[in-house]
């Protein structure tokens, strides 16, 4: 079983950047790939980056490409996401979520455990 809790989220204006936080409980954190979701308000949910369990592999999705970073600090149970030059598509709800799958990882239904979700908003 895993838990996780995001963070960092918030008003932002276009250009600028934020740090999302996921924060997963456990001791096996090493062993799970990891995502990031977003949802924007009447949008279904879309893959936005994953990484591998030793997170020597990032995967985005070309939206996000040259702008976010995903990363991890499993020492802290920590998989952070680092969004630059923001612009107001990137306004939604981001979500962490965790597998053990060894399947695809853009795909959402391959995840076991998903976060609450933190609000990203960004104004032009």
């Known amino acids: 079983q895993v838990q996780l809790v995001e963070s960092g989220g918030g008003l932002v204006q276009a250009g600028d950047s934020l740090r999302l936080s996921c924060a997963a409980s456990g001791r096996t954190f090493s062993r799970y790939r990891m995502g990031w979701f977003r949802q924007a308000p009447g949008k279904e949910r879309e893959f936005v980056a994953a990484i591998t369990s030793s997170g020597v592999n990032g995967y985005y999705t070309d939206s996000v490409k040259g702008r976010f970073t995903i990363s991890r600090d499993n020492a802290k149970n920590t998989v952070y996401l680092q969004m630059n030059s923001l612009n107001p598509e990137d306004t939604a709800v981001y979500y962490c979520?965790?597998?053990?799958?060894?399947?695809?990882?853009?795909?959402?239904?391959?995840?076991?455990?998903w976060g609450p979700g933190t609000h990203v908003t960004v104004s032009s």
């Open positions: 979520a965790a597998t053990d799958s060894g399947a695809v990882l853009k795909n959402s239904l391959v995840y076991q455990y």
